[in-house]
């Protein structure tokens, strides 16, 4: 083992660079120069011998013995350029060569020699080249076709042997022929051997890979059928993998994504280039949770497997994005949120210069006339005019500021409420009282239906009025003359449901997702055409919050509005740190109280 190991080492040392990094590549090289090189030192070896028993050598011999030399050659050869179908040719060149000349002076076709003809195109099979053993088996029938056509017009030398000594030479071609023929059979065993062997190990080293990969590997026809999927498969669709071969994995596929999956493997088999694509897989729930399939998102890059190959097969690599979709669905989300954002600002502004360039150009206008009312010669009772003006003003600023500080309480937190006992029935009444006549001012008839039944609940007083102020003010501002609005109140369960419908002009369905936003007015149909900030709803919507309550709000287009409130009869406040500076700042009052409050004044 010593020695061969020896051996085998100075091969590997002589072989030439661009065998020594491929297992089978190394092997061919090595089975060509093992044997030649060792023949020809057999040869060397053998030479002084044959000089002594022989003496001094023809010219034939000394021939003979050089082509015996020669594949030290093309060892030599084969390891400075790497040509390893050169190398074989050169290997025929002189194997036939050799065949021939001994041939030649030995009988023609009947010389012993001749038989070693059929050995050229059997060594040339060592090379796994279609062009070498071609060429092989051209020149060997060559070399045949020559030793006939010399034999047949009488051109060999005489023959010298006798017949006894011609049939000991002919068994000995034979047999000479049959072990080299032997010794070629065995390097192409030794060489499918290794061949089968590396091929076995690439194979597991590939199926380890496929194993271990959470990507799944696929293998198509031209059908875009299944033939072969990685076991990865099985954990990301849930599902073993002998159901997804063949039309499995198409039947997965989401019915609106199959044509790009057809598409990206019909146009990766016509061409060169890799295709992506990205569509759903549907995939099997576990046993422990739902029955119910759900759908992953999928990447999947597929290219053909062999280039201007007529089976046109793909290979693909699927990946799970799920996460990503999600990420970039989050994102847009994001986006649009911003730009919704963005949007409300700006139509926070334009309302916000609206509703307070309005009262003050009026404040400042008014209150200029009374400072030169002797040049304008005002009478008492104008003056009082434009005071009440100027006041009316400045309380719609004190409602529009005080609406903004409730909002901005609510938002951060700050706002506090107190809950106490109260009777909701003589709370409801009170506020429906007070719009009254903006209700019968505006033609639209208020109704109230509040049963007499209703017991006292637990909750912030002025919280209660200011939802309930907010909501019909709202009713009667969005209701055109001749309309109605519908006050009831009822108790269902351990919560009191506060409605207000109207038949005014209703609200569209893209808009009642963002109905309760800071600043939002809905609708193209009323957007300017009635003041307000758009936070009446809002505030609302904290209030009702704050109570731990809930609003609906149903609507259609020119069919009116229905608000639904559930306030819960025994509202217990978690309790919270105490904030002192909260409760030094005055109760704000709202945009419709200070409306009634304006109506009382003027009434």
Same mark, same amino acid.
């Given at each position: 083992?010593?020695?061969?190991?020896?051996?085998?080492?100075?091969?590997?040392?002589?072989?030439?660079?661009?065998?020594?990094?491929?297992?089978? &590549?190394?092997?061919?090289?090595?089975?060509?120069?093992?044997?030649?090189?060792?023949?020809?030192?057999?040869?060397?070896?053998? #030479?002084?011998?044959?000089?002594?028993?022989?003496?001094?050598?023809?010219?034939?011999?000394?021939?003979? #013995?050089?082509?015996?030399?020669?594949?030290?050659?093309?060892?030599?050869?084969?390891?400075?350029?790497?040509?390893? %179908?050169?190398?074989?040719?050169?290997?025929?060149?002189?194997?036939?060569?050799? /065949?021939?000349?001994?041939?030649?002076?030995?009988?023609?076709?009947?010389?012993?020699?001749?038989?070693?003809?059929?050995?050229?195109?059997?060594?040339?099979?060592?090379?796994?080249?279609? *062009? /070498?053993?071609?060429?092989?088996?051209?020149?060997?029938?060559?070399?045949?076709?020559?030793?006939?056509?010399?034999?047949?017009?009488?051109?060999?030398?005489?023959?010298?042997?006798?017949?006894?000594?011609?049939?000991?030479?002919?068994?000995?071609?034979?047999?000479?022929?049959?072990?080299?023929?032997?010794?070629?059979?065995?390097?192409?065993?030794?060489?499918?051997?290794?061949?089968?062997?590396?091929?076995?190990? %690439? %194979?597991?080293?590939?199926?380890?890979?496929?194993?271990?990969?959470?990507?799944?590997?696929?293998?198509? @026809?031209?059908?875009?059928?299944?033939?072969?999927?990685?076991?990865?498969?099985?954990?990301?669709?849930?599902?073993?993998?002998?159901?997804?071969?063949?039309?499995?994995?198409?039947?997965?596929?989401?019915?609106?994504?199959?044509?790009?999956?057809?598409?990206?493997?019909?146009?990766?088999?016509?061409?060169?280039?890799? *295709?992506?694509?990205? #569509?759903?897989?549907?995939?099997?729930?576990?046993?422990?949770?739902?029955?119910?399939?759900?759908?992953?998102?999928?990447?999947?890059?597929?290219?053909?497997?062999?280039?201007?190959?007529?089976?046109?097969?793909?290979?693909?690599?699927?990946?799970?994005?799920?996460?990503?979709?999600?990420?970039?669905?989050?994102?847009?989300?994001?986006?649009?949120?911003?730009?919704?954002?963005?949007?409300?600002?700006?139509?926070?502004?334009?309302?916000?210069?609206?509703?307070?360039?309005?009262?003050?150009?009026?404040?400042?206008?008014?209150?200029?006339?009374?400072?030169?009312? %002797?040049?304008?010669?005002?009478?008492?009772?104008?003056? *009082?005019?434009?005071?009440?003006?100027?006041?009316?003003?400045?309380?719609?600023?004190?409602? /529009?500021?005080?609406?903004?500080?409730?909002?901005?309480?609510?938002?951060?937190? @700050?706002?506090?409420?107190?809950?106490?006992?109260?009777?909701?029935?003589?709370?409801?009444?009170?506020?429906?009282?007070?719009?009254?006549?903006?209700?019968?001012? @505006?033609?639209?008839?208020?109704?109230?239906?509040?049963?007499?039944?209703?017991?006292?609940?637990?909750?912030?007083?002025?919280?209660?009025?200011?939802?309930?102020?907010?909501?019909?003010?709202?009713?009667?501002?969005?209701?055109?003359?001749?309309?109605?609005?519908?006050?009831?109140?009822?108790?269902?369960?351990?919560?009191?449901?506060?409605?207000?419908?109207? &038949?005014?002009?209703?609200?569209?369905?893209?808009?009642?997702?963002?109905?309760?936003?800071?600043?939002?007015?809905?609708?193209?149909?009323?957007?300017?055409?009635?003041?307000?900030?758009?936070?009446?709803?809002?505030?609302?919507?904290?209030?009702?919050?704050?109570?731990?309550?809930?609003?609906?709000?149903?609507?259609?287009?020119?069919?009116?509005?229905?608000?639904?409130?559930?306030?819960?009869?025994?509202?217990?406040?978690?309790?919270?740190?105490? @904030?002192?500076?909260?409760?030094?700042?005055?109760?704000?009052?709202?945009?419709?109280?200070?409306?009634?409050?304006?109506?009382?004044?003027?009434?």
């Amino acid at each position: 083992m010593t020695v061969l190991s020896i051996i085998r080492d100075c091969l590997d040392a002589s072989l030439h660079p661009s065998a020594r990094y491929d297992a089978l &590549t190394r092997a061919r090289h090595r089975a060509f120069m093992a044997p030649r090189l060792l023949g020809s030192l057999v040869a060397l070896a053998a #030479f002084p011998i044959y000089l002594a028993m022989r003496g001094a050598p023809t010219a034939v011999e000394v021939m003979a #013995f050089a082509w015996l030399i020669a594949p030290i050659l093309l060892s030599w050869f084969l390891s400075r350029t790497g040509r390893y %179908e050169g190398a074989h040719i050169l290997s025929a060149l002189a194997l036939a060569s050799l /065949v021939a000349m001994v041939a030649v002076t030995t009988g023609g076709i009947e010389s012993f020699a001749a038989v070693w003809l059929i050995v050229v195109p059997l060594e040339a099979a060592l090379s796994a080249s279609r *062009r /070498v053993v071609a060429f092989a088996s051209a020149l060997a029938l060559s070399c045949a076709a020559l030793l006939i056509a010399l034999g047949y017009f009488q051109l060999l030398p005489a023959a010298g042997p006798n017949a006894a000594l011609h049939s000991v030479l002919m068994g000995a071609g034979v047999a000479s022929a049959t072990l080299y023929a032997a010794g070629l059979a065995v390097s192409a065993e030794s060489l499918a051997r290794t061949s089968v062997s590396l091929l076995n190990v %690439e %194979e597991g080293r590939y199926r380890l890979l496929a194993r271990n990969m959470s990507d799944v590997i696929s293998r198509h @026809n031209r059908t875009g059928a299944v033939e072969f999927i990685s076991p990865a498969a099985e954990a990301m669709l849930g599902t073993p993998c002998a159901r997804l071969t063949g039309h499995g994995l198409f039947d997965r596929v989401h019915v609106a994504d199959r044509p790009a999956y057809l598409t990206a493997l019909s146009e990766a088999a016509r061409g060169s280039e890799q *295709r992506s694509v990205e #569509f759903r897989l549907r995939r099997d729930a576990a046993r422990a949770q739902s029955a119910s399939a759900d759908f992953i998102w999928v990447e999947m890059r597929c290219r053909p497997l062999e280039q201007n190959s007529p089976e046109a097969e793909v290979v693909a690599v699927m990946r799970d994005i799920t996460d990503r979709k999600i990420q970039e669905q989050a994102l847009e989300l994001a986006r649009t949120a911003a730009e919704q954002a963005d949007a409300s600002k700006t139509r926070f502004l334009a309302t916000m210069s609206h509703e307070l360039r309005t009262p003050l150009n009026a404040i400042i206008g008014f209150s200029e006339m009374i400072v030169h009312e %002797e040049a304008m010669m005002l009478d008492a009772a104008r003056r *009082r005019e434009y005071a009440q003006l100027i006041n009316d003003s400045g309380q719609h600023l004190l409602s /529009v500021v005080n609406g903004i500080l409730d909002m901005s309480k609510m938002e951060t937190g @700050n706002f506090e409420i107190s809950p106490e006992p109260f009777a909701p029935r003589a709370a409801l009444l009170h506020c429906c009282n007070l719009l009254a006549l903006k209700a019968r001012d @505006n033609g639209v008839d208020l109704i109230t239906r509040a049963a007499e039944d209703l017991p006292v609940m637990n909750g912030d007083p002025r919280a209660f009025k200011q939802i309930a102020l907010n909501l019909i003010t709202n009713a009667i501002k969005f209701t055109e003359r001749g309309g109605s609005v519908t006050v009831s109140a009822a108790v269902e369960g351990s919560r009191l449901m506060l409605r207000v419908t109207d &038949t005014g002009v209703g609200i569209a369905a893209e808009d009642l997702a963002r109905i309760g936003d800071p600043f939002f007015q809905a609708g193209k149909t009323y957007q300017r055409k009635h003041e307000g900030t758009g936070l009446g709803l809002s505030i609302v919507k904290g209030l009702v919050g704050l109570h731990n309550g809930e609003m609906n709000v149903q609507s259609m287009v020119g069919e009116g509005t229905t608000v639904t409130v559930a306030l819960p009869l025994d509202f217990a406040p978690l309790p919270t740190p105490s @904030n002192n500076v909260a409760t030094l700042i005055p109760a704000p009052r709202s945009e419709s109280q200070d409306q009634v409050h304006q109506v009382k004044k003027r009434a």
